[in-house]
């Protein structure tokens, strides 16, 4: 039984409550840092209001070459979780992370996914591109393809693998980031049937693309788009003369109907590209990074709807 000292101690205690209440603890959002803009869309679903999101390279920016900001390590220091892509996507963010002297875990959102890996039809890297010495150093840059998110299935995995990143670091949140990911999975399920239904329509002997760089290589397999670029998987290698030679001769030869300048990339390889073979400029594909928001492509489901127009519109005769 419970004495009167003790109910009016209770007493005490609940009426001290409301002063203890307003530390800001109970409401403080989960500091989250997603390396790039289309995968801070996926964190930014996922998360929702429980989360305060920092994104390091923004709208249009190319994250292969991304140069790392004082105030980037800030945003690092201060966070819980930081979400990369992997697959020697963000090259700049171990150095980085160790930098901050950050203490938050580092989530790789493209964990379970298959990696893809460069075809032979692709420019290999045999030839040490001038100048690049230093930025190749010490590192391998492999032949794996960082562009996992270009494929739907691939989007519903790095969704998991956020989900399970931010319950980790707040367990509290568990029902929303569940919630959240289930509703913007459901959204996933809607685009991914509307995408292969897009390139089905396109006319078979039409589904061959250029683009500048190697981006598009997991959405090419998904959906049966064949797609060749100069570049290889990362920007940060230049084409060749003999790159860019070879793939003048295959559009010429296979009839490629195509070619698709991208919003991170200079658009005067493959206006040239254009040019020498008599290809048509398909118009722009989102390849590494979304929009700003004058853009069509603010949000990763417009960016794959924007993209799959533009392939309609070019490849549909
Ligand atoms: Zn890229």
Redesign the pocket.
Known sequence: MLSRRTLLAAALLLGASPALAQSPAPTAKLPVVASFSILGDFVKNVGGDRISLATIVGPNSDT?VYQPTPNDAKKLAAAKVIFVNGLGFEGWMDRLVKASGTKATVVVATKGITPRERSKDEPQEDEAPKGKKDAHAGHDHGPID??AWQSVANAKIYVANIRDGLIAADPAGKDVYTANAAAYTAKLDQLETEVKAAIAAIPEQNRRIITS?D?FGYFGDAYGLKLLAPEG???ESEASAKDVGKIIRQIKTQKIPAVFLEN?TNPRLVDRIAKESGAIVGGTLY??ALSDDKGPATSYIDMERYNIRQLAGALTK
Do not use: M, R
């Open positions: 292969h960082p562009h760089h981006a998987v990362s920007t991170v390849s590494d």
